[in-house]
């Protein structure tokens, strides 16, 4: 069965600093990947996704990601945070359902991203 | 332009009493829809998928049940809520069959009380 996993639940960095958010996910066959970002009390925005290709894809709000098929990870990185980047990130990875007619998302648990001044 | 509304923003509702959650997408058709369950602290579970009119594939089980008498409707109801139900409601849409990409609208915030 696929599975998502983000190993932290919460972290905290300084406006201005780096940011890496880790994914792992277990599924046995070429896997489709997203991160999305949810504001509180907000639905799901799409900040980029991986099907094949580049294994680094660019996303919006100046995020990226890099797919490593070696480690089943797929790490959201930014260069330089910004305040408005506090929020709660999610991984997912997209599967076909037995019938082939759509694809299920299987969500990690998400990580709290907590800005600092 | 491509849109997802979800109705009501919010809702409380005592235990026992019917539900029904609308989900309505503009700018594409014949989508594929979704219902997903954020509760807090366990994720997003998703409920009922939608590949056409009149479609519907549960993933759990529950007292939930949803329809789609339209194309770009999608509608999650109960005749009676648990307080289990409350959560955080989100439908998603595939506004491009085929692309696999699932578009969240803003989502219903549910308290069974």
């Known amino acids: 069965a696929q599975s998502v996993t983000q190993p932290d639940i919460h972290i905290t960095v300084s406006e201005g600093a780096s940011l890496e958010l880790r994914c792992n996910y277990s599924y046995g066959a070429t896997p489709y990947l997203f991160w999305y970002v949810q504001s509180p009390g907000q639905g799901l925005q799409l900040l980029l996704k991986y099907f094949s290709g580049d294994t680094l894809v660019q996303g919006i709000k100046g995020f990226e990601a890099e797919f490593k098929r070696s480690q089943s990870s797929f790490n959201l990185r930014k260069p330089s945070v910004h305040w408005s980047d506090a929020a709660e990130y999610f991984c997912?990875?997209?599967?076909?359902?037995?019938?082939?007619?759509?694809?299920?998302?299987?969500f990690g648990s998400g990580t709290q991203l907590t800005v600092l001044p | 332009s491509q849109t997802i509304h979800q109705w009501p923003a919010t809702l409380v509702q005592p235990v026992g009493s019917p539900l029904s959650l609308e989900c309505t997408v503009e700018?594409?058709?014949?989508?594929?829809l979704y219902w997903y369950r954020q509760a807090a602290g366990r994720g997003l579970q998703l409920l009922f998928y939608s590949v056409g009119i009149g479609q519907i594939s549960s993933e759990v089980p529950q007292n939930l049940s949803a329809s789609r008498p339209q194309d770009r409707q999608f509608i999650l109801s109960s005749k009676k809520l648990l307080l289990s139900d409350s959560g955080f409601y989100l439908c998603a849409c595939t506004f491009v069959r085929g692309t696999d990409t699932q578009y969240f609208g803003p989502g219903t915030r549910l308290t069974v009380l």
């Open positions: 997912a990875v997209g599967f076909l359902i037995s019938s082939g007619s759509a694809r299920q998302l299987t």
């Open positions: 700018g594409t058709s014949n989508p594929n």
